[in-house]
């Protein structure tokens, strides 16, 4: 009797055994559907957000243009061939949005259709001087806003930034419009106050106006 009620338990504890065993693998294959549907919508997301942020790094190429077009002009009528433009408010407020790494490649693509298109007659020249500079200026400005985002920081990076630009834009004046414009060095190191004062004005008037917009329009550049 005792050896039957044996057996009997032996053969309940190992259904048991199995039946446990069976539920926790569906439990296992539940999850990992579940996990695996949540790992797809996840990446969804993120792909619809990567392409949401291109459309709206794009939008700010076409308002960099747009602007350059609108809106050029001699700061210094001695040095007419420097123009203002305000191309680089969008390409600011796009890298403070997006970071450094993102103003940089708004930079080059901006340059590239501007240089081809309302600016053509400049030709490479134009190009190379406008990625030059505004990559200096938003890779230092991006750089120092993303540490720490206030307003007292994002003024420090735009003063550093406009810093940044002014000194290194007389090297690249040195050593590039030589090359382009057949020029001695001589003859544009004679014009280099007006270059530099072009330089920090053209910043600085960006940069303000930068300062000016980006709380108004970042919650829709991050949304």
């Not at 539920?23 to 919508?41: P, Y």
């Amino acid at each position: 009797m005792s050896g039957a009620f044996s057996a009997s338990l032996s053969l309940l504890g190992r259904s048991s055994f199995f039946i446990i065993k069976k539920a926790l693998g569906k439990g296992r294959k539940k999850k990992e559907r579940f996990n695996m549907t949540e790992q797809t919508g996840q990446q969804n997301m993120a792909a619809a957000n990567k392409t949401l942020k291109v459309v709206k790094m794009g939008v700010m190429v076409a308002i960099s243009v747009a602007l350059v077009y609108l809106i050029h002009f001699p700061i210094f009528p001695v040095v007419s061939f420097l123009e203002y433009d305000p191309a680089d408010i969008p390409i600011l407020i796009g890298t403070f949005a997006f970071g450094p790494l993102a103003g940089l490649v708004l930079t080059v693509v901006t340059s590239v259709v501007q240089g081809l298109t309302v600016s053509a007659g400049s030709g490479l020249y134009g190009i190379l001087m406008h990625v030059i500079a505004t990559g200096v200026l938003v890779a230092v400005s991006g750089g120092i806003y993303s540490r720490n985002k206030t307003r007292k920081t994002a003024v420090i990076a735009l003063v550093c930034g406009m810093a940044a630009m002014a000194v290194v834009m007389m090297g690249a004046n040195m050593v590039i419009t030589p090359i382009f414009m057949g020029v001695p060095a001589s003859a544009v190191w004679d014009l280099m106050p007006f270059i530099v004062g072009f330089n920090v004005i053209k910043a600085g008037i960006n940069g303000a106006v930068t300062f000016i917009l980006y709380k108004r329009i970042a919650n829709f550049l991050r949304r």
